[in-house]
C-alpha cells in the first residue's frame, strides 16, 4: 500500500511538472471584455479620457531580455489597420504597466523605455476611436518577450518598422482582445 501511494504521488508531481507548465499570459485589471471612455482616445471628434489600460504579465520565457506592448486595431478602415500604442526597450526586471503610462507626460514608465508614434502621429498612447456607426472594433493588445535589450530604435520609429524588429526578436508573445464602439450621435 505505501508503494502503491508514493507510486502515485511520483506519477502526479511527473505529470503536472511536464503537463503544467506555465503559458506567457497578459492580463488587465482595468479592461475587460469593452474598453470605456476611460480608454477612449481624446480627438478625431472623440471625447474619452485617453488612459492606456493597466497590463500585467507573467511566464515570460527563459532568455527574456526585455519586452515590448503594442495595442492595434484590425477593423480600422485604412486598408492596413490602425496602432494605437507601440512600447520597447521594456526592462526584463518589469512585469506590468500601470494605468495612465501611456501617458508620455505622467513619465510612469520604466527608465529607457520607448513609446514610438502612433497611426495618430504622436508618441504614446492613442485610444479607441473607430468611426461613428462603423460597429465594433477589435484591440489586440499584445506583450512580446524578446531576446535583445534593446531594439535600437527611438520615438520617431513608425509602428511598421518597429513591427519588423519586434519578429526578429520575438521569443514568446502573449495577447488579449478588447471591443469598442462609438454610438452613434
Known amino acids: ?93 518589469t512585469n506590468e504597466l500601470v494605468s495612465g503610462a501611456g501617458n508620455t507626460a505622467l513619465n510612469l514608465m520604466p527608465d529607457g523605455v520607448i513609446q514610438s508614434i502612433t497611426n495618430y502621429g504622436a508618441p504614446g498612447y492613442g485610444g479607441p476611436c473607430p468611426p461613428e456607426g462603423h460597429g465594433l472594433h477589435q484591440y489586440i493588445i499584445t506583450v512580446y518577450a524578446l531576446k535583445t535589450d534593446s531594439l535600437g530604435l527611438d520615438v520617431s520609429t513608425n509602428p511598421a518598422i518597429v513591427g519588423y524588429n519586434l519578429w526578429n526578436n520575438t521569443l514568446a508573445k502573449a495577447s488579449m482582445v478588447t471591443y469598442y464602439q462609438r454610438s452613434g450621435k
Open 1 to 93: 500500500m505505501t508503494k502503491s501511494i508514493l507510486l502515485l504521488a511520483f506519477f502526479m508531481a511527473f505529470t503536472s511538472s511536464v503537463h503544467g507548465q506555465q503559458t506567457f499570459t497578459l492580463t488587465s485589471s482595468d479592461l475587460g471584455g469593452e474598453a470605456t471612455i476611460t480608454e477612449e482616445f481624446n480627438g478625431f471628434g472623440c471625447i474619452g479620457s485617453n488612459q492606456s489600460p493597466q497590463l500585467s504579465w507573467r511566464n515570460a520565457p527563459e532568455g527574456t531580455k526585455s519586452f515590448a506592448v503594442t495595442m492595434y486595431d484590425p477593423d480600422a478602415p485604412t486598408g492596413s489597420g490602425w496602432w494605437h500604442w507601440v512600447v520597447f526597450d521594456i526592462p526584463a526586471s
